[in-house]
Structures are given as structure tokens and as C-alpha cells.
């Protein structure tokens, strides 16, 4: 039985999804990152998820290419401990930023009738940012659990450098409301 989260009135099952929570981000090569304790957060989530016996979805980024940061025989490909799949857990590898692009997640929530998705990852601009906006287009209610994203450190086309924080800070309020509800790892527990 999957648990069933109330919204506006409609019973919706819900699933967790784990985007990139990989070694490479943690490698120190991506600058300082806005949020060092994100896997932390995710592995509350993923304990709840666990204990209730509901659905989670590990997602990898996954290259061929031996120059990437997730070349498939580095040791950045590698699942970041705290939020490492168990063996029965489904991880799905993707190639793009999108987790619906090239694979089988979008199928896989159609069958098990999941309609709602919790979300959280790294990076919060970059895949974390696509699959939210994708899932939305598709139909999905999405929340994003703030806490447990992190952003690093860009540049624009002029050269300018714009902070961990600031990049975090306008992903989320791009995202807010329109492709997702922001909240907190704590108040996601709270509700479910």
C-alpha cells in the first residue's frame, strides 16, 4: 500500500526521487557548495520513505566518456553513502539532465499510479531544476525539498560569477509555485 498524500481534496501516492546524489559533487572540482548537508536531509527522507515501504527512485547520471565527472568506472559515478540504494531499490540511470529523458521513470510512475513526487538532489539549476519542470509538464504534482538541494558556483556568457547562494536562491524562486511547492526536509515529514 503506498501512502497516500492529500491534495486539495484528492488522494495522490507519492513517490521519493533522489537525483545525482553522487561522489563527484563532493569531490571538491565544483567549487563550495550552497548546502553541504543536503545528502543529509535526503537520507531523512529516505528513511521515512524506507520505513513505510514506499516508493523511491534512485536517479544516476551516467557517461561513457572517461573524461566526465560520471564516467560509469569512476569513483564520482559512485552513490554518495548516506543516500546509497539498497539492492532491492530501483536506481535508474540517465544520460541528460531530464531523469525522464532516455528512461523508464515516467512509465514506471504510470503504472504504479503515483501522481505526486518529492524531489530532492544535486544540482538544484541543473537536473534537479530539469526533471522538476519536466515532471510538472507532465502532469505530476511536484515538491521540492529545499534543504536537501545544493547548487555551486556559475558564471554567465559575460564572464560574471554568481555565488552558490545566489544560484541556489534563483532556482528555487524560478521554480517556486509554478513547476513546484518549495519546502523544507522537516515540514515535508511533518505532513506525510
Known sequence: EYHKFIF??????????LIDFQQTFRDGSWGTSSNDQAEVQ????????????????????WSQHPDSRFYFKSNGFSAIDMVKPLE?????????NSAFIGTSL????REQSVSRLIIAGLTTPHCVS????????LGFSVTLAEDATASF?????????????EIQDSTLASLNEEFATILSTQQILDSL
Open 130 to 137: 530539469t526533471t522538476i519542470r519536466m515532471a510538472t509538464n
Open 153 to 165: 558556483p556559475l558564471h554567465d556568457h559575460n564572464g560574471r560569477m554568481f555565488s552558490a547562494q
Open 8 to 17: 486539495l481534496g484528492v488522494k495522490m501516492k507519492t513517490a521519493l526521487v
Open 106 to 109: 515516467e512509465a514506471i510512475l
Open 88 to 96: 532491492d531499490e530501483l536506481v535508474i540511470t540517465k544520460t541528460v
Open 42 to 61: 535526503a537520507a531523512k527522507l529516505l528513511k521515512h520513505f524506507r520505513q513505510n515501504q514506499l516508493p523511491i527512485f534512485h536517479i544516476h547520471h
